[in-house]
């Protein structure tokens, strides 16, 4: 028999929701440290979100099997056809990992029938287990951490009971995943700011992101990280495909990541999302072992981790095309490994640290010099300060094109050229430790490129350099500045407005200002010591 229909309560709006699993995340706060309670809270409405979406699509095909004229008992018989819920994009739920049962249960079940009693995180492991085993898709992904001693079973059933206020359908699948994929993305952001250094591990922010994305404009074909984290790259991605009407299904994204938790955070997002990953079989050293050796890739996006010291370096490895990197600084490992991946007209944005434009040391020039004289080096663009909670190092983004001749990426050949963008004085102060880069920031240096480039999002606009901000150099200039790539060496200082005071007045004027200043100095320097004797 398929089970009673529930009363709808009202779909929680993206305000609620944040507030609602925030509330929950406090739930937990005192009792384990930042990583535990991340991995808990996202598993939960990870489970939360499968089984509220199954349950949706399980009250549609009974309303849809009642509709074609059959009766309660017939309904009964083919409401549990796994096909009709997978082939609708909706994982199967087994009975004992559905939300009710758990929810039924929050504070454990007694002991029954000959069984031991089970407490709530019992349940909950069970509930992945079953979940995994019945969605091949989700093998080894899922968090089995909820019935260890550091998980409080109390706050845990109440965690279970606040999570069950909110509500993850209502209003279609689709905006049922758009709602939780960005609270998803939320705890991402607020669990890295957390988690400071570590944060950055698995969280690049989305403004970042969006740089890379906008410039690189991902339509169709094979989209690749080589340093996923928990695989932010792809879901702006998606959003982009979005916000222009594109086919979702035209990329197929494939990544690679080093650490075993983020692995797993990075599957279950791209699940949410409805983005089927090739991650590999298991979190891998991309430099170790590269689990996508023979793929050819349209797009990469990366924020790989700044100037590691420690890596799997193998000086005969063949991905060292333009010289080996240095045994203390894997950021043109990373390039070069990049640079591989690429099919004959493929496309590049990596985020390094703003040492790679310049760094001598270990044989880097060298590298970047090959790089250049190569033309691989479509674009540099140097991004502001404080974009990172995690991190202080200045960054900047490096864009590499295979081909920069006129054809499907631009009307305009760029053969020989190399685009730099001094972005450093764009962003907002969202609070005294982070910047954040506005849409109107994001466009703007989105903009440039395509203009230079001629592709079809400059609208016709023609590229013009701009003091201060954007230059189009060629190889020979470059070369000229020895392959130092850092764009304020290349567009100069902006112009500045003229005022219209003579240049002998201003000077005057200025002067007798300073002198001014210095007596009001020698004042405030006078009461001072007059205040500092009375003390004494």
């Known amino acids: 028999m398929p089970p009673k229909k529930k009363v709808e309560t009202a779909p929680s709006t993206m305000k609620e929701l944040k507030d609602t699993l925030w509330k929950a995340a406090d739930k937990l706060r005192g009792s384990m440290d930042a990583s535990q309670y991340k991995d808990v809270i996202l598993g939960l409405v990870f489970l939360k979100y499968v089984s509220d979406a199954f349950e949706e699509r399980r009250e549609q095909l009974s309303e849809e099997l009642a509709a074609d004229g059959m009766n309660e008992v017939q309904i009964g018989q083919l409401i549990d056809d796994t096909d009709e819920y997978t082939g609708r994009g909706v994982f199967w739920v087994p009975g004992n990992a559905r939300w009710g049962y758990l929810a039924e249960n929050a504070k454990g079940l007694p002991a029954m029938d000959g069984e031991a009693p089970k407490n709530i995180g019992e349940l909950i492991d069970a509930a992945m287990d079953a979940v995994m085993a019945s969605n091949p898709t989700l093998a080894a992904t899922l968090p089995r951490i909820f019935n260890r001693d550091s998980v409080d079973q109390r706050r845990l059933g109440e965690l ?23 609270v998803y993305e939320y705890f991402l952001e607020k669990f890295a700011r957390a988690e400071g250094k570590r944060g950055g591990e698995f969280y690049t922010p989305a403004g970042v992101v969006r740089v890379l994305v906008e410039v690189l404009e991902p339509t169709s074909g094979r989209v690749y ?20 009407n594109a086919d979702r299904t035209a990329i197929s994204v494939y990544g690679q990541e080093l650490n075993e938790r983020t692995w797993r955070m990075a599957k279950m997002n791209l699940a949410i999302h409805g983005l089927n990953a090739n991650l590999g079989p298991r979190w891998q050293d991309t430099f170790a072992r590269d689990v996508h050796p023979d793929m050819e890739a349209d797009y990469i996006m990366a924020n790989p981790p700044f100037n590691i010291k420690d890596w799997a370096r193998n000086e005969s490895d063949p991905r060292w095309r333009y010289g080996v990197p240095p045994a203390n600084n894997a950021n043109y490992a990373w390039i070069q490994h990049i640079i591989s991946k690429l099919a004959p007209s493929g496309t590049a944005g990596v985020v390094m640290a703003n040492g790679s434009m310049s760094s001598n040391s270990g044989g880097e020039g060298q590298i970047r010099a090959q790089l250049v004289e190569a033309d691989l080096v479509s674009c540099l663009v140097a991004l502001p300060t404080q974009l990172f909670r995690s991190t202080g190092i200045p960054v900047c ?19 020989g050229q190399v685009l730099f963008v001094d972005a450093r ?22 903009q440039t490129f395509h203009e230079w480039r001629g592709s079809a999002s400059a609208e016709g606009n023609t590229y013009v350099d701009e003091a201060g901000f954007c230059y189009s150099a060629s190889l020979t200039e470059i070369k000229e500045a020895d392959y130092a790539l850092t764009p304020g060496r290349y567009v100069g200082a ?27 100095s020698d004042r405030l320097a006078a009461v001072v010591r007059q205040q500092l004797g009375r003390v004494s």
């Open 425 to 446: 004085n764009l962003g907002h102060m969202v609070d005294r430790a982070e910047r954040a880069l506005s849409d109107e920031d994001i466009a703007k240096i989105a």
């Open 225 to 244: 990280d080589p340093a996923c984290g928990s695989g932010g790259m792809f879901v702006q991605t998606e959003k982009f495909l979005d916000s222009h």
């Open 160 to 182: 279970l009971d606040l999570l069950n206020t909110a509500r993850f359908t209502g209003q279609g699948s689709g905006r049922a995943r758009d709602l939780l994929g960005e």
């Open 397 to 415: 983004t490096w864009f590499f094109a295979k081909d920069k001749t006129a054809g499907e990426y631009g009307s305009v050949d760029r053969t």
């Open 494 to 520: 902006a112009d500045i407005e003229d005022d219209g005071e003579p240049l002998e007045e201003k000077i005057s004027r200025l002067k007798q200002e300073l002198f001014e200043q210095f007596e009001e």
